[in-house]
């Protein structure tokens, strides 16, 4: 079965310091893979997807990931944070459902804080 | 602008009755979902729609409904049998079911509050 874990439920940096979120996957197959974001009670927007092109992968807004098979990670990183990034992040795992398609498993989410 | 419409924002709802979220979307999509998310769970499906007439159980149907009688309309059912309601709604459409290279557009959700 297919899942997701976020390793940190709350991240807090300093505006211009370096972001990291962490995520693992655990999938049978070679997985698609997705970060997006959600800023308070709005919906969800993608920041990237890895689909078995490239390993790094770079989204909106300055951030990028690394697919690692051999870590089964797909981190989230980002040079430098913004005030405006603060928000939570979900990492997504693409999982089979009948009839061919797929459905989007969620990790629990990891809340960004971003501080002057 | 092309996107996935929810209404309302906000509702509450009295012990007992049901009620119905709205979702509508214009990017003309096959496929449509709902999805619950509860503080520090992320989200869970609800219920999945590839075509119209036709919807798939996710994986919390239980205590709710929905419908697919439009392409651009998927309306979900907050039925009394569902025991714990208060939640934030999400739904969600891709252009066909979901595969490795499509991704799902999401709309701005609606909060539902038991009172």
């Known amino acids: 079965a297919q899942s997701v874990t976020q390793l940190d439920s709350h991240v807090s940096v300093s505006e211009g310091t370096p972001v990291l979120l962490r995520c693992n996957y655990s999938s049978s197959y070679s997985p698609s893979l997705f970060w997006y974001v959600q800023h308070p009670n709005k919906g969800l927007q993608l920041l990237l997807k890895y689909t078995s092109a490239a390993t790094l992968v770079k989204g909106i807004n300055g951030f990028e990931a690394e697919f690692k098979k051999s870590e089964t990670s797909f981190h989230l990183t980002k040079p430098s944070a913004h005030m405006s990034d603060a928000a939570e992040y979900f990492c997504?795992?693409?999982?089979?459902?009948?009839?061919?398609?797929?459905?989007?498993?969620f990790g629990a989410g990891t809340r960004l804080a971003v501080h002057p | 602008d092309g996107g996935i419409t929810q209404s309302p924002k906000y509702l509450f709802r009295k012990e007992g009755q049901n009620v119905t979220l709205s979702c509508e979307q214009n990017l003309n999509h096959d496929a449509m979902y709902w999805y619950r998310q509860d503080p520090g769970q992320g989200l869970r499906l609800i219920y999945y729609?590839?075509?119209?007439?036709?919807?798939q159980k996710g994986d919390i149907a239980e205590g709710y409904s929905v419908s697919r009688e439009k392409k651009e309309s998927f309306p979900l059912t907050v039925t009394s049998a569902q025991k714990n309601p208060t939640a934030f709604y999400l739904c969600?459409?891709?252009?066909?079911?979901?595969?490795?290279?499509?991704?799902?557009?999401f709309g701005q959700g609606t909060r539902l509050t038991v009172v």
């Open positions: 729609s590839q075509i119209v007439n036709d919807f």
């Open positions: 969600a459409s891709s252009i066909l079911g979901l595969s490795m290279n499509t991704e799902a557009f």
């Open positions: 997504v795992v693409s999982s089979p459902l009948s009839g061919g398609y797929n459905k989007l498993i």
